[in-house]
């Protein structure tokens, strides 16, 4: 699956976004029909909330040669659940310091606050983070990469 | 122990149905469970230097036997344990008697951990250490590429024999991430990275009371306490929280919390 994302050829960046189907998917659905365009190295994965997104998820993407994974959800205040990504931003904020003590670098993960009402934030916050993940160049936990830089 | 013999006796005198410490039986140190005063298991005990995560036998008793008390001897890191884990609602303090060891000013600096003591000591004398940082300050003067392959180095010896999760006094749960197949691989060593390692050190988080067993156990000596403790730093710098120090006050992981909590977050 993960293969598939930015063309054939593997040379693209590959970044998972983990969205929350009250906003921030509604929001990249705003981007949609608004037909904003922003760069295709995305895979969407629709999540209830983003406090249900466990830092395991994010690892495992990372495991599966994600070059960079980006959670968005509702603004703080907005949660469905009231209260649910107060957990993400806590959790959020823990992972990244973790991952960057083990050598990942930090702009490989991004939270990001996406109302449904803000489509062209979302494109712009795709565009950024591509761009920031292709500065960035292929993970280095890509298997594939990993191989190459063993060898 | 002459000491620790008369405190179990009177322990036992005193109310609890029970008294867990450790045993020398032949050079060989164990758990031991006294149940009356005239166990000949009593003239065994010892405070000795050995560590034994006396509170995950604690946990099955205090299961096991509903109504029934039980008198423990703890060092700082078992209390902190016993704290931390009361709080998960693993153990109940309400029918526990902590019988506290400081730990010797030998041990606690060839351990370094922040408290080498319990709050209330029966036995030894109260002595400060101070926590070696070496190793977290070795990876922080890295860059990332470094950090990486310094920690694909450490993390390359792992046998994945699980020593540092069952010596651990934290460690409880009944289904472990670190057996789940699509996690981490089975039958694959070393384990794949960071999954493995990146797992444990997340669920230390806000858990970890910088016991040390860990590493102690660890056959290919990797600096596991190391990485836990930044966890705690972590914990400490982000939300405000370490392990073990109160109570009351549960790890902010555990419960979602108020907005100031988060809008210093994002400071």
Known sequence: M???????????????????NWCSYA????????RFQ????VLDVRVMCTGTISPYFVIKAFQEGMDGVLIA????????????????AKRFGVLREALKFLGLEEGRLR???????????????????????????????RKRAKAGVEA | MSDLKSIVREKLRDGADAFLCLKNEEGTVLPALIT??????????????SRYPLGKILID????????????????????????LSKLEQVDLERLVLVGVACSAEEAAACGCLRPYPSDIALGEKVEAAPGREVIDEVESLSDAERMAWWREQFSRCIKCYGCRNICPMCFCKDCALEEPHLVEPGVIPPDFPSFHIIRALDMTGRCIDCGLCEEACPAGIPLRSLYRKMQDIMEDKLEYRAGESAEERSPLSFLGSEQDIEKLEE
Do not use: Q
Request: proline share 4%; aromatic share 8%.
């Open chain 1, 38 to 41: 922003y760069p295709t190295n």
């Open chain 1, 73 to 88: 959800g509702c603004h703080i205040g907005d949660c469905h659940y009231l209260k649910g990504n107060y957990m993400t």
């Open chain 2, 61 to 84: 008793l205090l299961r096991e036997y509903p109504d029934k008390r039980f008198a423990v001897l703890v060092r700082g890191c078992d209390e902190r344990a016993l704290v931390e």
């Open chain 2, 36 to 49: 009356d005063a005239d166990s000949p298991d009593l003239e065994l005990v010892e405070v000795g230097d």
């Open chain 1, 27 to 34: 929001g990249a659905d705003l981007a949609g029909v608004s």
């Open chain 1, 2 to 20: 993960a293969e598939n994302i930015g063309g054939d050829n593997g040379d693209e960046v590959r970044i998972l976004a983990f969205l929350c």
């Open chain 1, 111 to 141: 939270l990001e606050w996406v109302s449904a009402a803000e489509g062209e934030k979302y494109a712009e916050v795709i565009r950024s983070f591509t761009e920031e993940v292709k500065a960035l160049g292929p993970s280095p936990l």
